[in-house]
């Protein structure tokens, strides 16, 4: 069967005011980096990604920072809306020992909106 | 946006039966499709990454006669899992890419339930 389910790291923020979500990435060469937003019972949806060559990208209320000195990744989430609750996952971008690139998943942060 | 259609959303079959899940992306042409599993409140792990007309690379640990994939066209994948067990039982989901260094796209994801 399944395994016991772990818990996921929450962030609880009241409606309105803005949430940031962290991450630690592992390997120094991945040039690639992608947040996801899961909802329940359904796939990841891209949210922004960002290039090696960046330190910060912007999107419709998401700001996406890449520090590479600490191998640190940030979502920032401006007025945060019920909507928004959810897992999120920051991905990383390996080229696979066979040559081919394949993403490779943070643990996750629960968002929770408190309306 | 990229759109990734994966059938059935949920499956529900005795031990033994083999069961075949669908991957198309609607909208691109998918050089690459990824195979993952998720475990209620893990992060997805990658099972197997197929490129369209050649042999499925698997992660460790993942049986390949277990879990057959194809991917036949440049829109459609498909992972069969055979003589399902009930340690089978997870939540399945694919995604496709068209170039490397720009996002996959997710599909909603398969549940699979072996009694």
């Known amino acids: 069967g399944e395994s016991v389910g772990l818990h996921l790291p929450t962030l609880s923020v009241q409606e309105g005011d803005n949430s940031i979500i962290n991450c630690a990435y592992s390997?120094?060469?991945?040039?690639?980096f992608i947040w996801y937003k899961q909802e329940s019972g359904k796939g990841p949806q891209f949210i922004i990604d960002?290039?090696?060559?960046?330190d910060k990208r912007q999107g419709q209320r998401v700001t996406v920072l890449l520090n590479k000195t600490v191998k640190h990744l940030s979502l920032q989430i401006a007025a945060t809306q019920p909507g928004d609750s959810a897992v999120y996952f920051c991905?990383?971008?390996?080229?696979?020992?066979?040559?081919?690139?394949?993403?490779?998943f943070g643990k996750g942060t629960k968002l929770s909106v408190i309306p | 946006g990229a759109v990734v259609s994966q059938h059935p959303s949920r499956v529900i079959c005795k031990s033994g039966t083999s069961v075949k899940i669908e991957c198309r992306s609607l909208?691109?042409?998918?050089?690459?499709m990824f195979w993952y599993r998720q475990f209620p409140k893990q992060s997805l792990m990658l099972m197997a990454t197929?490129?369209?007309?050649?042999?499925?690379?698997?992660e460790q640990g993942v049986e390949k006669d277990k879990f057959l994939i194809n991917h036949a066209s440049l829109t459609l994948s498909t992972l069969t899992v055979t003589s399902a067990h009930p340690e089978d039982s997870s939540f399945y989901i694919c995604?496709?890419?068209?170039?490397?260094?720009?996002?996959?796209?997710f599909g909603d994801g398969t549940r699979l339930s072996i009694l």
């Open positions: 995604s496709a890419s068209g170039q490397r260094n720009q996002p996959q796209h």
């Open positions: 390997n120094s060469a991945s040039d690639y």
């Open positions: 960002i290039r090696s060559n960046m």
């Open positions: 991905a990383e971008n390996i080229i696979s020992g066979a040559g081919s690139y394949q993403l490779t």
């Open positions: 909208d691109f042409q998918a050089t690459t």
């Open positions: 197929s490129n369209e007309g050649s042999k499925a690379t698997y």
